[in-house]
Structures are given as C-alpha cells and as structure tokens.
C-alpha cells in the first residue's frame, strides 16, 4: 500500500527541510514501487518562497480535500514565527488529527506544539530553538540533545539533515533494515545516525574557545586509532597535566579522555565497514580491540547494532 505524506509549507520554510526527507522517502521507490506519494500543502494556492526568497507552487492548500497517511511539518525561520488564523489553525489542526503520523522538521515543531497543546509530547527542534519552544509550551517536554524524538505517532526532529536521519528511521520502520541502508547509500549518509545522538557533534564541540588548543591531539588521536593509548600519554603529547586535560574534556564534551577516544575508534571502524573488502574481525584488530566480543559489545553501545548487522544493512 502506497503511504501519500504531505509536506506542509509557508513563507520562509528552510529549503533543506523539504527535499532532504523527501528525497529520502522517493528514493525509497527505487527499491519498494510505490511505497510513498508526496504532495506539498500550503496555506493558500498563491506560490511559497523559501526562507532565500525561491519560490514553488504547492499541489494542495488548506482549502482542498484529500486524504493523507503522514502530515511532515517542515521548519525555517518564517516556519517558527507563522502566524496561522483561527480558521487555518483549525483546518491545519484537522489534517494532523487525520493522519496516521505526523512529523515536524526543525522548528516546524513550533507549529506542530500548536496544533496539539493538550497533549503531553517529548519534543526536539534545531539545538538553537529549543529553549524558546520550551518556553512557548511549558506543557511540552522539549530535548535540545537527541536528533530526533518519537512521541506516540508524533515524531520530531532537529532540522536540517537530522530531517533526512528521521526519514531513514521511518523508512526502516516501514520496510526494514535492508532498505532504510539502500536508500542511506543511495543519498550517500550513514545510516546508523540513532535519535539519541546528539546534534552538536563531539568535533563541533571541540572547534571553539579553550578546547581549541585540543586540535593537535585529536590530529594525533585520529593517526594512531589502532594504540592503546592513555590519558596519561594524551596528557604527555599536548603538554597539559592529566587534571587539566579531563576538565577540558568535560567541560566541553561531558565525558572523559578515554571514553572520546573510544568513541573515535569507534566512529572510525563505522567508516571502514563501508567497506566491502574487510571483514568486521579486520575491522576490530585495525582499531585496537584485543577480541571481536569486546568490540561487538562497545560498537553495539554506541550505535544500537551490532557490526554484523550494520555491514549486512550496508552492503545488502
């Protein structure tokens, strides 16, 4: 059966809100024939701009009737600060009570908070908005760190490419793993971004202010991922003692020198069973873990999967 999800737009929407999902669940029909319609839905017939001023024309508006499986509210600027009448509050509200699902993207959760503000939801947005989404709606329980979050049938996601990462999970929730991995190496992302990973990466993280003087060690972390190295050598090669090293480190990333290094083996061996031509156990070994088990252990950790599974997601 064919899921018809409408994309709901206005003035000022976030371009990359759209067609990043959307492209995602179309390229779903390369390999499943017909698994998903898209329509876009404005407020009136005239055409919308995006949030640069580009313009497209919407196939429905407020006014039509149709019929939908999945209402996917998108985000930008003009999105957070729409201003809806009673009347299209009131029809917007309709086809969210009609769908099945309902997604927003970024700050269209600004609007899908509106159109539900009795229902007591767990929300994400774009890291930026989410303290004013929280105080818009003291009602909601809004989460600045997840990529995106599932609510009952309602999802919400941190915008931007975590719009394409809620797709996927959706995707693999509708036809499974197989799938969801064809159409992540078909738009060419990793699959295995799980709702929990923070949207403010670790590297991101480390690019500002005092964690700068960090950068060397990361270089030199990053070049010898296979060593077991300490926080004691760590310490050593940038010339900070171990204290200062681990405030560092927590101040900036929340977790210790040696659980971020973990983590960046870890990262590391993701990208090298995007591999065909090495085996999960090579992987393993070129990373540094002294048997499959601990390493299988530690990957599944991080990533809710085991390598096995994963690599067959990827190279199916």
Known sequence: MTIHQVFFIANGFQALDLFGPLDAFMETNTFVPNAYRASLLSLQKDPVKTVYGQQLQ????????????D???????????LSLSIKQHEQLRQVAVKAKRVFSICTGAFILAKLFPCQSL???????????????????NVQKEPLFVN???????????????????IIRQDHGN?????????????VQRAGSQNQYSDMLQLQSGESLKLSP???????????????????????????????????????????????????????????????????AHRIGFNSYDSFRRAFYRQFSVSPTTFTKGIHS
Request: with cysteine; glycine share 6%.
């Open 151 to 169: 609510s009952g049938n309602k999802w919400s996601s941190a915008g931007v490419l975590s719009g394409v990462d809620l797709a996927l999970a």
């Open 58 to 69: 919407a196939d429905l508006c407020l006014d039509d009737e149709f019929e939908l499986d």
């Open 217 to 283: 060690l990361l270089d030199w972390l990053a070049k010898n991922i296979d060593r077991p190295i300490s926080v004691s050598d760590m310490a050593s090669f940038i010339n900070l003692s171990e204290r200062q090293i681990a405030r560092i480190f927590k101040q900036h990333l929340n977790c210790t020198p040696s659980s971020f290094f973990k983590q960046l083996k870890l990262n590391y061996a993701r990208d090298l069973l995007g591999n065909e031509n090495i085996s999960v156990k090579q992987v």
């Open 71 to 81: 209402l996917i509210i998108c985000g930008g600027n003009g999105m957070r600060t």
């Open 122 to 140: 767990t929300m994400t947005s774009h890291w930026r908005h989410c303290e004013d989404l929280a105080r818009r709606n003291p009602g909601i």
């Open 178 to 190: 197989t799938i969801a991995a064809k159409v992540a190496k078909e738009l060419v992302v990793y």
